[in-house]
T-cell receptor
Framework: DTGVSQDPRHKITKRGQNVTFRCDPI?????LYWYRQTLGQGPEFLTY????????KSRLLSDRFSAERPKGSFSTLEIQRTEQGDSAMYLC?????????????????FGDGTRLSIL | AQKITQTQPGMFVQEKEAVTLDCTYD???????LFWYKQPSSGEMIFLIY??????QNATEGRYSLNFQKARKSANLVISASQLGDSAMYFC?????????????FGTGTRLKVLA
């Protein structure tokens, strides 16, 4: 178990540029989440994948945000035309669901995050 | 709608003492799960403890226990015998299992400082 890996750890970019972050979940985990966390706040849900299917997306997520998990393994989060308000820590988490009923308390395992700073 | 409320922005506790971090929640789901995470200054989120809404007993994991009061919709975290390494942000989170959402909702957190 090598843990959830995120790349890069830090990203500094100019307003208006596009950025892409990568998340490698724990290998046997079929669930993957993206969160955004700003200073002094808890993580805010962005989107959820079960295997390669994106099953839920926050209504707060603008059209500038897109995420993929092409083969049900790693995932990417892209932000187009970045704005000052996009500056935050972007966290990825993964977990394993035993079955579709999923009423268990399988915890999420988080990566160290990607800190995005918009100049 | 689901909501997590953590009313203590900051807490202090003396080393070796016990401390309770408050968490109240609101949900319309009949079945749900409650989680506590620790986030040290280094940034990583560490899972501490889980309580299912239909679990009859309060969850315990080592020095962590969850004081679950379903009627009051509270899920307070109790840390016994505090250690200096417990100084961190603590987040309460919830996920509903019956409303069709996979979303986890987090509170705003409580910053705990353990004093030597």
């Amino acid at each position: 178990d090598t843990g959830v890996s995120q790349d890069p750890r830090h990203k500094i970019t100019k307003r208006g540029q596009n950025v892409t972050f990568r998340c490698d979940p724990i290998s046997e985990h079929n669930r993957l989440y993206w969160y955004r966390q700003t200073l002094g706040q808890g993580p805010e849900f962005l989107t959820y994948f079960q295997n390669e299917a994106q099953l839920e997306k926050s209504r707060l997520l603008s059209d500038r945000f897109s995420a993929e998990r092409p083969k049900g393994s790693f995932s990417t989060l892209e932000i187009q035309r970045t704005e000052q308000g996009d500056s935050a820590m972007y966290l990825c988490a993964s977990s394993y669901a035993y079955d579709s009923r999923d009423t268990g308390g399988q915890p999420q395992h988080f990566g160290d995050g990607t800190r995005l700073s918009i100049l | 709608a689901q909501k997590i409320t953590q009313t203590q922005p900051g807490m202090f506790v003396q080393e070796k003492e016990a401390v309770t971090l408050d968490c109240t929640y609101d949900t319309s789901d009949q079945s749900y799960g409650l989680f506590w995470y620790k986030q040290p200054s280094s940034g990583e989120m560490i899972f501490l403890i889980y309580q299912g809404s239909y679990d009859e007993q309060n969850a315990t994991e080592g020095r962590y226990s969850l004081n679950f009061q379903k009627a009051r919709k509270s899920a307070n975290l109790v840390i016994s015998a505090s250690q200096l390494g417990d100084s961190a942000m603590y987040f309460c989170a919830m996920r509903g299992f019956t409303s069709g959402t996979y979303k986890y909702i987090f509170g705003t957190g409580t910053r705990l400082k353990v004093l030597a």
